[in-house]
């Protein structure tokens, strides 16, 4: 069995790959993979992971974690997807650390199933449009100002924070992409989390697209992948990019702040500096980079 572990990260995909999954269930399961609902196996990973605190688990555990999550005894592939696996949004950045606790939860994850062979993959976002998002998770206890105050926006390193998480699981390969460009490689992170060959098959394949996209043109796209359906990457992304084009909503694709100490200049260089790090990320071995 594999496990397959998607840990977001927090404000990238905010469970929308894993609601598409469910609604193809029965699909996905006649070809040996099972997605549990948040509500059955994140309480129950939860309480191992704390009872364990990285320390492997038992076969009797393991299988007292399987009863508990899925209704079936051949699976071949178990995903999991929850962007709190690491921590809370209000812990994922602490002074100039992105996700400081990765070294030591990402072991509590691995060992779950510690004798089966396990990934994972997580999405990284702007710096300049992240930290903002991660606040309002948490507006009501800490505003925006303050949580500037405690934290070094400049220090952010999204290339750190995968090194030390590959020091931890040196055994698991990373899948990573850029959450910016999930619009155009959708249907790949679907087929990454799924192990399903052709996203374009399963039902509700296109919701997501419609969050940031005119209902015509939604519908339009849907119409022309029913009659040139494909199964080439680049070929999609490539059609979704047509469509994006003329008919993306403007709300969607434009973020706008105003808000204390986030001025034109900070988020021009916080951008910057990401596009250098995602370079270095793309470049890292051990790590699968899906590239729009």
Not at 89 to 106: D, F, H, Q, V, W
Not at 183 to 208: K, M, R
Not at 270 to 281: F, K, M, P, Q, T
């Amino acid at each position: 069995m594999k496990l397959v572990y998607h840990i977001g990260l927090h404000s990238t995909d905010e469970d929308r790959a894993l609601r598409c999954l469910l609604q193809n269930t029965e699909m996905l399961a006649e070809a040996g993979t099972f997605a549990p609902a948040p509500g059955r196996f994140r309480p129950v990973l939860r309480q191992a992971m704390i009872h364990l605190r990285g320390a492997p688990a038992s076969r009797h555990i393991q299988e007292q974690v399987l009863d508990e999550v899925i209704d079936h005894d051949t699976a071949e592939r178990l995903l999991f997807s929850n962007d709190s696996f690491l921590c809370v949004p209000k812990r994922a950045i602490t002074g100039g650390a992105l996700y400081p606790l990765a070294e030591e939860r990402a072991p509590w994850i691995r060992n779950l199933f510690p004798d089966d062979p396990a990934e994972f993959a997580f999405a990284i976002r702007n710096p300049a449009t992240l930290i903002p998002a991660l606040q309002t998770r948490f507006a009501e206890e800490e505003d925006f100002a303050a949580y500037l105050a405690r934290i070094q926006p400049e220090d952010v390193s999204w290339a750190d924070m995968v090194a030390r998480f590959q020091r931890a699981v040196p055994d698991c390969p990373l899948t990573i992409w850029c959450n910016e460009d999930t619009p155009l490689i959708w249907y790949d992170i679907l087929e990454t989390l799924s192990g399903y060959p052709n996203a374009l098959e399963l039902q509700g394949v296109h919701e997501f697209h419609r969050t940031i996209m005119s209902e015509e043109g939604l519908e339009r796209m849907e119409r022309y992948f029913e009659t040139h359906p494909s199964d080439n990457a680049e070929q999609r992304r490539r059609v979704v990019a047509t469509f994006l084009e003329e008919f993306a909503t403007p709300e969607a694709v434009e973020e706008e702040y105003d808000l204390p100490g986030w001025t034109a200049d900070r988020i021009a260089r916080l951008s910057e500096r990401y596009e250098a790090e995602v370079a270095e990320v793309a470049a890292m071995e051990g790590v699968r980079f899906l590239r729009a």
